[in-house]
């Protein structure tokens, strides 16, 4: 758990931490679309140089983007082995006992590894270099056309952005807890199958206690400031377009016309 790094944002010094979170929310969604477009390899080794490159050019480091990659390893294998008894397209490659392993079965995981670590990029991107007050206004800001059918702008915004800061938090308190049920002498990888189960629930009590006592926290914090939903607002920080935050939003675009184009020419 500790390798979850959703949502957490890195303080640094680089051209994408200053770029406006309009411009980076509306490039991942982008993004995030030409993931699903189906370019084949080529394709996704666009995509990859495209998110390599904002990563570098972000400062960040490429362990610290597989650190949020590691905990899907465990869903990548419960897929292979899900796809090897239903998947029966392609070349047989192996047979375990009476079972055979098509390469379509293998070829599809990879598909979905490939993906996945994509989105992982270019969301992990987006929450490190964008601090949670400026993720609200920005998501605000997109939702505002949305206001004239009744939707709630901001109360959207602001719930996406204390889910996302509040996700290390949650880590760090799962942590805290298995560390002191350890002290204790509570142990979830060894045993059998009913002791891990009643281990886990051990866990998931006390931290279900703690996210209550941390939501009504920041509840009574906003009352005790005289937040009030509907109500209309003013900021402190007022949002700006530059030239280098249209250039990004371009940039997104021309990538997936070119993933478009992959696909229908290759």
């Not at 995030?32 to 050019?57: D, T």
């Not at 007050?133 to 800001?141: F, N, S, W, Y």
């Not at 030239?243 to 992959?262: E, K, N, Q, T, W």
């Amino acid at each position: 758990m500790g390798n979850f790094t959703l949502g957490r944002y890195l303080p640094l010094d680089s051209p994408v931490h200053k770029m406006d979170p309009r411009a980076k929310i509306v490039a991942m969604l982008v993004m995030l679309i030409a993931v699903f477009i189906p370019a084949g390899w080529f394709g996704y080794l666009l995509l990859f140089l495209v998110a390599a490159s904002i990563i570098l050019l972000s400062k960040l480091s490429f362990r610290f983007i597989w650190k949020s990659m590691k905990p899907m390893l465990l869903m990548l294998v419960f897929l292979l082995v899900i796809n090897a008894f239903v998947m029966k397209d392609g070349v047989a490659l192996f047979h375990i006992g009476s079972f055979v392993v098509y390469s379509g079965a293998v070829f599809q995981t990879l598909y979905i590894a490939v993906r996945l670590m994509l989105m992982i990029m270019i969301t992990t991107c987006l929450t490190a270099t964008t601090k949670p007050l400026d993720m609200t206004l920005g998501i605000e800001d997109l939702l505002t056309p949305l206001k004239r059918f009744h939707v709630p702008a901001h109360e959207i915004a602001m719930l996406i952005s204390i889910a996302l800061r509040f996700i290390p938090d949650l880590i760090e308190e799962t942590q805290r807890i298995m560390k002191a049920q350890q002290s204790r002498g509570v142990d979830m990888k060894e045993g059998k199958l009913m002791e891990r189960v009643m281990a886990i629930l051990s866990l998931i009590v006390p931290l279900f206690v703690s996210a209550l006592q941390r939501a009504e926290d920041l509840a009574n914090a906003m009352e005790a400031r005289g937040y009030a939903p509907g109500e209309p607002r003013t900021r402190y920080k007022v949002l700006k377009m530059e030239a280098r935050d249209y250039r990004l939003v371009i940039g997104s675009i021309f990538v997936v016309l070119a993933m478009i184009g992959l696909a229908i020419f290759l």
